[in-house]
């Protein structure tokens, strides 16, 4: 009977002897595990605090009086899944990031955004590929709907492409560049397709707008364009930009008293470059019916953040050649023959008077009505056809 104890009781000392030594061999790796936690819930949570400076740094305009946050919208999301804004980066299927978002977040994001068509593809070829090596991200608008003439490019793949027929610049910015999508861009340059660009450098233009502090700016035009509107849009040879123009001639007289366009604080429409703060402004000035954008550049100074005379200039240094082009219908059929001689002339002069071949929308033949003597029912008998 003692000897039976005897060895129950060894049995259990040998197996509380095995226990024991499990249990100290379980130590080192229970140490390891909990050592490795702690490591991942650091990593974790050093990685959610740079993810949250980063966005800070790329998004500094962020905050809630600008989101649907602030008018209750999203009241009951908690402030952590919330998103402010978006971009226009293309984010492929096989990658978590876009290429761009490697880059270094001090750097100036910036947007080109042109309305195309296939005629003017080897124009728009030269105008992306001097664009998209200074880290521009380039939408195109196809107004033609024919956008698988592109493909063959060898950057058609880096940029978007949006197509809605027959619809101009105006129309597509203010439905694909809300100030949310492209909060993220220092400029966007909003451009037509018919511009020469051999003498624009798209790096030393941002650096004259920063340094200027130029909220709207264009760059200035060849005075050999095809199409010049106003003179304070011509390029100063002497200059690196202006701001304002002095004329003594004409019906307006522009000096150091003129407060306005197209004096002073004007860019026109064709090549305007916004800042982030000034196309907030720009996009909400854009009516949803507004097809042409006639007059627009007038009211532009009002998103100049500031004194439009200081805030609005014209980069001289960097220029480019307006080729007016016609687009959205092209030349088309031929046009009435209007004959439309101003009052002040003569007889004499009345008979080498101009003969006007044009195609114009309405609000176009009612401007020309209020600047000469040609009578109503002959403007009204044109027959009206829209153009770019």
Known sequence: MTSFRSWKLLKRNYFDGVKFR????????????FTTMLFIVYRTTTYQYKHTEMEEILHPFDSLKDSALASGLLGGLPHGIIQASADLELK???????????????????????PVGIKQKDNVNHIVQKFLPENFTVILFHYDGKVDGWWDLDWSNEVI??????????????RFLHPAVVSVYDYIFLWDED?????????????????????ISQPALDPNSTEIHHRITIRARTKKFHRRVYERRGSTKCSDVSEGPPCTGFVEGMAPVFSRSAWYCAWHLIQNDLVHGWGMDMKLGYCAQGDRTKKVGVVDSEYIVHK???????????????FCPPLSLKKKEEEKALQLYFFCPLGYCYHLLLMSSCPLPLCLGIK???VG
């Open 195 to 215: 511009l020469g660009v051999e003498h624009f450098n798209p790096g030393r233009y941002l650096k004259i707008v920063r340094y200027e502090g130029l909220e």
């Open 384 to 386: 009206y056809r829209r």
């Open 22 to 33: 499990l249990k100290m061999k379980q130590l080192p790796f229970m140490g390891f595990l």
């Open 324 to 338: 007016g082009i016609q687009t959205l219908g092209g030349h088309g059929p031929p046009g009435r023959k209007v």
């Open 161 to 174: 492409h949006i197509a809605a027929k027959n619809q101009t610049k105006w129309w597509f910015a203010k």
């Open 92 to 114: 492929p299927l096989w990658s978590t990031s876009s290429s761009r978002s490697k880059a270094d977040p001090s750097t100036c994001r910036v947007l080109l955004a042109i």
